[in-house]
């Protein structure tokens, strides 16, 4: 079990270029620093929306929107990092989520990270799947994208939550507008859309 705690610093140096904070995880009782906030994530402007971690605990993802326009674009960023060593990437994208997933065959089971890019500008927002843990002995990594159909009646309406069902092999995405989406994964396919909230 983890929980993420985000500590700013102090209000005389908030400002954009020192708003910078430390992200940490609590396993048990003890708090660890996971990484710094870097990039779009370290802006004081951000909203975060979720925190990730693979099962591993090697990966973990900050993801949070913010807008340049008092809110008639949002754009989104996520911080990718491998824990140990301190690596990381900077997507523009709404969430993202860890899992696993059977994608090569029934005898292996593949650890993945999934989540919703849509680039400052840009109208089309995309599903990645990367394999991030070793691929089956002889395939290649599983990477995979497709498209995100939003509703064009709901502006300004985006992915807020993911989640990797191993069980049933599916992704589910779940908008603000209370839209749910479920792929396929080793396809992929998307193969529901459907509203399921009004609120």
Request: glycine share 8%.
């Amino acid at each position: 079990f983890f929980f993420l705690m985000i500590r700013r610093p102090p209000r005389s140096t908030q400002s954009r270029s020192s708003a910078a904070s430390d992200v940490y995880k609590r396993q048990n009782e003890n708090y660890t620093k996971a990484f710094d906030r870097s990039g779009a994530m370290a802006n004081a402007a951000v909203q975060i929306l979720g925190y990730a971690m693979d099962s591993n605990a090697k990966w973990s993802a900050l993801f949070g929107i913010s807008s340049p326009d008092g809110g008639k674009t949002i754009n989104g960023s996520i911080q990718l990092c491998l824990l140990e060593g301190q690596k990381h990437q900077l997507l523009e994208g709404y969430c993202a989520c860890f899992g696993e997933a059977i994608v090569h065959d029934d005898s292996y089971v593949s650890s993945l990270f999934s989540f919703v890019e849509r680039k400052a500008g840009e109208s089309v927002t995309t599903v990645h799947f990367t394999e991030i843990g070793a691929p089956k002995e002889g395939a290649q990594k599983f990477k995979r994208k497709l498209d995100l159909p939003l509703s064009t009646e709901f502006a300004n309406d985006l992915p807020v939550y993911m989640h990797i069902a191993r069980k049933h092999g599916l992704l589910y995405v779940i908008t603000r507008f209370g839209f749910l989406y479920v792929y396929e994964i080793s396809t992929p396919a998307l193969i529901m859309k459907q509203r399921v909230s009004q609120e």
